[in-house]
């Protein structure tokens, strides 16, 4: 039941880099938007950033600042999230969701699939 798997996630320093992965099943996302949401310890669920699904409109949270980067290669049947320039406050677990439609959401009910998420801990 599960078709989208993250990875990539790991514990990095202030400043640095790291790219995150969703990788799908089949291909029935490629005519979905995806998104990424991250959630902290208690704290709620929160938007990061989401691509349409020709790949060629991307939104982001406020917070993001120009800093991360979605993208996705349906070849690879792939979701990315680079994110430079990371920020101990970017701590969470990070969760990419697709969603029927083909328009970007920020909004959490309006996605139909998750993944398991992918733990990203950034030490100062």
């Known amino acids: 039941q599960v078709h989208l798997v993250e990875s990539g996630g790991r514990l990095v320093q202030a400043g640095e880099s790291l790219t995150l992965t969703c990788i799908y099943a089949?291909?029935?996302?490629?005519?979905?938007?995806m998104a990424w949401f991250r959630q902290a310890p208690g704290k709620e669920r929160e938007f990061v950033g989401a691509i349409n699904w020709s790949g060629l409109g991307t939104y982001y949270g406020d917070f993001v600042k120009g800093r991360f980067n979605i993208s996705r290669d349906t070849a690879k049947s792939a979701l990315y999230l680079q994110m430079n320039n990371l920020e101990p406050e970017d701590t969470a677990a990070y969760y990419c969701?697709?969603?029927?439609?083909?328009?970007?959401?920020?909004?959490?009910?309006?996605?139909?699939?998750w993944g398991q998420g992918t733990q990203v801990t950034v030490s100062s």
């Open positions: 089949g291909h029935t996302y490629d005519t979905y938007a």
């Open positions: 969701a697709a969603r029927s439609g083909r328009l970007i959401s920020t909004s959490i009910s309006e996605y139909d699939d």
